[in-house]
Nanobody, 122 residues
Framework: QVQLVESGGGLVQAGGSLRLSCAAS????????GAWFRQAPGEEREFVAS????????YYADSVKGRFTISRENAKNTMYLQMDSLKPEDTAVYYC???????????????WGQGTQVTVSS
């Protein structure tokens, strides 16, 4: 069992940066793959980035490639999403997720945080 709590969201101007954190509790987190998803109002939850259990492999949605960086520190049971060059279309609630399989579908992940709001103004 893994519990996840996101933090770091907020309001930022276009072109700015934010770093989201996902704090995990439970001894299994270091063995799980992790991911970030986002959901804008009226939209389905969409994949943003994923990372393997040891951080050795990462994968990004085309819409964020080159602007966002996913990372993790297993010693701190924490996963991060560094977001640079933010655009208004990045506005959404951002969720972290974890499970044994590193997929790109929301259904691939059993464990979810409550979400943190990111708003990018133009």
């Amino acid at each position: 069992q893994v519990q996840l709590v996101e933090s770091g969201g907020g309001l930022v101007q276009a072109g700015g940066s934010l770093r989201l954190s996902c704090a995990a509790s439970g001894r299994s987190f270091s063995t799980y793959a992790g991911a970030w998803f986002r959901q804008a109002p009226g939209e389905e939850r969409e994949f943003v980035a994923s990372i393997s259990w040891n951080g050795g492999r990462t994968y990004y949605a085309d819409s964020v490639k080159g602007r966002f960086t996913i990372s993790r520190e297993n010693a701190k049971n924490t996963m991060y999403l560094q977001m640079d060059s933010l655009k208004p279309e990045d506005t959404a609630v951002y969720y972290c997720a974890a499970d044994s399989f590193r997929g790109v579908q929301a259904s691939d992940y059993a464990y979810w945080g409550q979400g943190t709001q990111v708003t990018v103004s133009s």
